[in-house]
C-alpha cells in the first residue's frame, strides 16, 4: 500500500468506481462536491462491500465473526445490558435510534434481540449515504418480515443537521463506529447536543481513536492501493485496488477531548477502551487467517490479552490506544416518571 503525496491545494481526484470491491455497485445520483458527501458517496460506491467488512456474516447474540468481533462484542454487551436495565423497568416497547446506521447492522442486531426477549421495539436508523440506506431496507424487510411488534424505517438525514425528534423520543440512542468521525470538527459538538437531546436514557456511541491503526473505514486496508491521511486538516484521500478513488472526513479525537464534550451534556457512565490488543491477532481470510492460526499457544495468549484488556481499558494512560473508545453516556435531562410516549426514565 503506498502512501499518497499531499495534493495540490484547489486539487480534487475524480471519485468514481470501476466495480465494487465486493458484489455490484449500487446506482446513486452525483451531488455536490461537499466533505459529507464525498463520504457519503465514497461508502455508495463501495456498497455491499462495507458491511462485508466490517461486519462480516452475523453469529449468536448480535454479533459478527469478522476481523472486529472482539470491538463488536463490547459494544454490543453495552447495549444489551442497557435495554435488559429498560426491561427491568418494565419498558414493553423499545424506541431505539441508530444515528449514522450505514447498512442496518445494528438495528438488526437490536430489533433480533428483542424479539428474542418478546419486546417489541420501534427502531429508526438515519444515515446520508443513500445507497447504504437501501441495503439496511432489503436486509430488514428479510428480516423483520411483517411482524406486529417490530417496527423499522430507515432515513435520509445528514447528522451535522438538528435531529427532527423532539425531546426525549428515544430510549437508546447509537451512533457507533466512526461516524462522528466524519463530522466536521465545529459540527461535533453541536451534533452531540442532539444526540443527548433526543435520547431519554442512554446515548451509546463509539469513535475511532486518536492512537488507533490505520483504517480505510470503507474497506480493508488490503484493499487499499494509496493512502493519506492529513491528521491536521480530517481529510483521507484512498485510491482502491480496483482503480476508485475516494475522499473522505476523518478527524481523530482523544479520550479526554471527548469525556469534556459527552460530559457538558450528559452523565458519563463508562469511557472505555475498545480493542487494545485482539484485532491485532484476529483471523481474516483477507490479510492474516494463515500467519495468525499458526502462531503457537495463540488461544492461551488471545486469553491473556484479553484479561489484559480489561485490567487497562479504562486507564487514562491507554484510553487513546485501542482501536475505538466507547462513551456511555445518561442525558443530564432526566425525570422518573415512566408513563406517556415521551417519558424520560
Sequence with gaps: MRMLSRPRAGTAPAIRNKHAVVGRPTRIKRVRSTPACA??????????AYGAYADGPEAEEGCS???????????????????????ERGITRLRLLDAGCGPGTWVGRVAAYARRVNLAIDATGFDIAEGQLEIA??????????SATTRVRFL??????????????FHIVLCNYIVLNHLDRSALPAALGELCRVANH????TLRAVASPVTACIVGTEHVSRYHHDRQSGELRLVLKDGSEHVLTLNLYSAERLKALFGARAILKDLRAVDLFLSRF???????????????GRNQVLRSLREAEDQLCREPAWLDHGTHVLVVAQPRTHVAKISGRHSLI
Design 65 to 87: 465473526t469478522s476481523r472486529f468481533a472482539h470491538a463488536d462484542s463490547i459494544v454490543w454487551d453495552a447495549i444489551r445490558k442497557t435495554i435488559d436495565e429498560l426491561r
Design 156 to 169: 435520509t438525514h445528514n447528522l451535522a443537521d438538528p435531529l427532527p425528534w423532539s425531546d426525549g423520543e
Design 39 to 48: 463520504t457519503a458517496w465514497a461508502y455508495d460506491q463501495v456498497g455491499e
Design 137 to 146: 431496507r432489503r436486509r430488514m424487510e428479510w428480516a423483520a418480515g411483517t
Design 202 to 205: 442512554r446515548v451509546i456511541a
Design 282 to 296: 484476529a483471523l481474516d481470510e483477507n490479510w492474516t487467517a494463515h500467519l495468525a492460526s499458526a502462531l503457537p
